[in-house]
């Protein structure tokens, strides 16, 4: 249960931000739990090849080269939803960083995380 409550408060934070953030577009609410959903599974399965494949990089950049990997992702579930739309690299990285906060800030106040 605890799990289907997060990920109904990631596509809250998916929608709140294409409503803020220009360049990306939700076209429903539950286009954004399909984006949540794709997210997490990409987060689970791609992304740790990703930052294995890239370790030299990301070390070598202090760690930065995360929001990078991050971004690729993002543009991955915008390949694969319909609906779910971020015009660019730059405008991926910043969704990602305020998805990031707005997941966390909203989690503490839905009680998921202390």
Do not use: C, H, R, Y
């Not at 289907?4 to 596509?11: D, F, M, P, S």
């Not at 997490?40 to 494949?53: H, Y």
């Amino acid at each position: 249960m605890k799990q289907i409550v997060q990920l109904l408060v990631n596509a809250l934070a998916v929608v709140l931000i294409a409503n803020l953030l220009p360049g990306v577009a939700v076209a429903s609410l539950g286009t954004a739990v399909w984006v949540a959903l794709i997210l997490s599974i990409l987060n689970l399965l791609v992304k740790p090849i990703l930052i294995v494949l890239t370790l030299p990089i990301t070390v070598l950049t202090l760690g930065l080269f995360l929001l990078i990997i991050n971004a690729i992702i993002i543009s991955m579930a915008d390949a694969l939803i319909s609906g779910f739309t971020v015009n660019g690299i730059g405008i991926a990285i910043l969704f990602s960083l305020l998805l990031s906060v707005l997941e966390s800030v909203l989690s503490v106040l839905f009680g998921l995380k202390e």
